[in-house]
């Protein structure tokens, strides 16, 4: 066990470190792709409908979204906690001599646990960008949309909002 802990070690270490190098062009890749998809979501025309929702329709649709991102979190938690579960049980038997051969599946269940939890936390991360873009989607007005003299009246285009907010977030780079 311990010689292929001396083994694996160091070519982890270096694999990690290389990620890391790669990892912040990564990131960087995927925020200008999560702007530019949030750049054309805010500039798509938002067709309006004559009648408003239905409240209930939309409540429903609202509770609907919660049970089933209740329901996500509570089977990502289960197969966290089999994940730990066997990690620790494969540990603990594999004291037991003649087990021994358990310390190595718990190797293979912590390299698995420590796989889940990073996806975990990549799902998480891909989450609050979303969130974020659907945010400043809302919330941003391009420059061009934000000056006094746009058009108001029955000549409006369509996807212009309908009255003058209290305030206006200013998207300059567009």
């Not at 290389?18 to 200008?32: G, H, K, R, Y």
């Not at 979190?73 to 594999?94: D, M, S, Y």
């Not at 007005?141 to 907010?165: C, F, K, N």
Request: hydrophobic share 50%.
């Amino acid at each position: 066990m311990v010689v292929w802990l001396v083994a694996l070690v160091p070519f982890a270490l270096r694999r990690f470190s290389e990620w890391q190098l790669t990892a912040s062009v990564t990131q960087f890749q995927d925020s200008a792709g999560a702007m530019r998809r949030a750049r054309a979501v805010a500039q798509a025309p938002r067709p309006r409908s004559s009648e408003p929702p239905d409240p209930a329709m939309e409540a429903a649709r609202q509770a609907r979204e919660r049970a089933r991102a209740t329901e996500l979190v509570l089977r990502r938690r289960r197969v966290l906690t089999e994940l730990t579960a066997t990690f620790l049980g494969t540990l603990v038997l594999g004291a037991i001599p003649g087990l021994g051969i358990l310390w190595d599946l718990s190797l293979v269940a912590f390299l698995a646990t420590t796989g889940y939890v990073a996806l975990l936390v990549r799902f998480r991360r891909e989450a609050v960008a979303r969130a974020a873009a659907t945010e400043r989607a809302e919330k941003v007005v391009p420059i061009h949309l934000a000056r006094r003299d746009r058009p108001v009246g029955p000549t409006a285009p369509v996807s212009l909002p309908p009255a003058r907010p209290s305030f206006v977030l200013v998207d300059v780079r567009a």
